[in-house]
């Protein structure tokens, strides 16, 4: 199995921008489709962003298209989340997650396809 540990995540004000990090050990990283994941207090788990195994293609919520984005350095074994113009909904606990490579493209938008998680990382927008 793959373990992942999470970091990066703070405070910042609405508006500001942090980059979470995820780094990666102890199975071939490249067998893996990873992705981001968030919960609020009170609420379910979601979908933030993924992207497949080679970086071909990448998935966003609508709720952060366009301000988020996903990377991964499979030379570092790690993979990225670039969040900017963060608001104060944004407010969450994230985590990220792995999904074997043999994972339906179409199913990495739910946190079912997801196998293996990070502790998670805090990230808190003041508004």
């Known amino acids: 199995q793959v373990q992942l540990v999470d970091s990066g995540g703070g405070l910042v004000q609405a508006g500001g921008s942090l980059r979470l990090s995820c780094a990666a050990s102890?199975?071939?990283?490249?067998?893996?489709?990873m992705g981001w994941f968030r919960q609020a207090p009170g609420k379910e788990r979601e979908f933030v962003a993924s992207?497949?195994?080679?970086?071909?293609?990448?998935y966003y919520a609508d709720s952060v298209k366009g301000r988020f984005t996903i990377s991964r350095d499979n030379a570092k074994n790690t993979v990225y989340l670039e969040m900017n113009s963060l608001k104060p909904e944004d407010t969450a606990v994230y985590y990220c997650?792995?999904?074997?490579?043999?994972?339906?493209?179409?199913?990495?938008?739910?946190?079912?396809?997801?196998?293996?998680w990070g502790q998670g990382t805090q990230v808190t927008v003041s508004s």
């Open positions: 102890g199975r071939t990283f490249t067998n893996y489709h």
């Open positions: 997650a792995a999904a074997p490579w043999t994972t339906a493209r179409d199913a990495l938008t739910t946190r079912g396809a997801f196998r293996f």
């Open positions: 992207i497949t195994y080679a970086g071909g293609y990448t």
